[in-house]
Each structure stands twice: as structure tokens, then as C-alpha cells.
């Protein structure tokens, strides 16, 4: 039984380690790798993983943040609208090359419900499989989009680990 002070997640590990199956996707939204600056990251964080409870880079210094944005171990890849407007991201930790980390991904509400989700994930996967890592892997759990899972494996992601961990609630 959850204990209401000490909330456990159930955080699901999965791993792609053969190239993403290939989708393809008419629309004018476009997708494309880009280095925002720290606030533009920031909004977008909060924007998609607010209602997600996403707080890891909003507890970072700022110092710590811009130096994480400026490294060049990060490879962000953003969803815009025809007008231009953020309508989503995709990040990649490259730090532990061959292996990638899949760090944050997710659509703004508005957004969702549109298959974009998918798509910018399929696009980002296959830019970042050019680099041929020898696994891109990532970690969901309950606070996550409840189709993250689904989405994740149709992406070709599969699951190696399950465990239950008290959420660190602010």
C-alpha cells in the first residue's frame, strides 16, 4: 500500500538496440536538432513536463544547466509548428557514447493526440542512430504520459528492468 508521505513509482527501463523502424508522417510541423538557449529550454521543459512532474532541470543551477545546454553531450531535438511555435522535444544524453541516454521527451498538451509524439520520437531515434550506438535506452514511470510505454515500444524500445522507487516529492 502507497504511503501517502512516501509515494512509490514503478519506473519501467527500456533499451532500442537495433536500428528504429522507419515512419513517416505528412504535415508541415518539422523537426530539427537545435542548442536553445537556457530560458527557451526552460519553457519548453515546463511546458511538456509540468503536468508530468518534471522538476530535474528546473532544480539545476542555472550555472549547472547553461554548462549542461552549452556542453555538446546533448543533442535536443525540437517539434515546431508552421508558425514556428515549440511543440515539443526530444533529448539525448551523448556523455556515455556508444550508449545514449533517451533523457526527456514529450509534447506540450495541446499538441498531443496527433500521432506528432511518434513521429518526432522516430525522427530523433533515426538522427541519433547514425552515431551507431550500441543501445539508446531511457527510463518511464506512473507520473509519465500513460501511452509513454505503448509509444516507446512501438518505437522499437524494449523493456529490460522494472522497479518500484519512492518518488522524491518536493
Not at 508521505?5 to 505528412?26: A, G, H, K, S
Not at 532544480?59 to 554548462?67: G, I, K, R, S, V
Not at 541516454?101 to 499538441?111: D, H, M, T, W
Request: glycine fraction near 8%; proline fraction near 8%; aromatic fraction near 8%.
Amino acid at each position: 500500500m502507497d504511503d501517502p508521505d512516501n509515494p512509490i513509482l514503478r519506473v519501467t527501463y527500456m533499451e532500442l538496440r537495433d536500428p528504429p523502424p522507419p515512419t513517416q508522417r505528412l504535415g508541415a510541423e518539422r523537426v530539427a536538432r537545435e542548442t536553445p538557449s537556457t530560458s527557451e529550454y526552460l519553457a519548453l521543459y515546463r511546458d511538456v513536463g509540468g503536468q508530468l512532474h518534471w522538476d530535474q532541470r528546473l532544480l539545476m543551477p542555472e550555472a549547472q544547466l547553461e554548462a549542461l545546454l552549452d556542453g555538446g553531450s546533448l543533442n535536443i531535438y525540437v517539434l515546431r509548428s508552421v508558425q514556428g511555435d515549440a511543440l515539443g522535444f526530444c533529448e539525448f544524453d551523448r556523455g556515455a557514447l556508444p550508449e545514449i541516454e533517451l533523457k526527456n521527451f514529450g509534447l506540450i498538451p495541446r499538441a498531443q493526440g496527433r500521432g506528432l509524439g511518434p513521429w518526432l520520437l522516430s525522427v530523433a531515434l533515426g538522427e541519433e542512430w547514425k552515431s551507431c550506438p550500441t543501445r539508446i535506452w531511457l527510463h518511464t514511470d506512473t507520473w509519465d504520459h500513460p501511452a509513454a510505454i505503448r509509444v516507446y515500444e512501438r518505437a522499437g524500445f524494449r523493456v529490460y528492468a522494472v522497479r518500484d522507487e519512492a518518488a522524491d516529492l518536493l
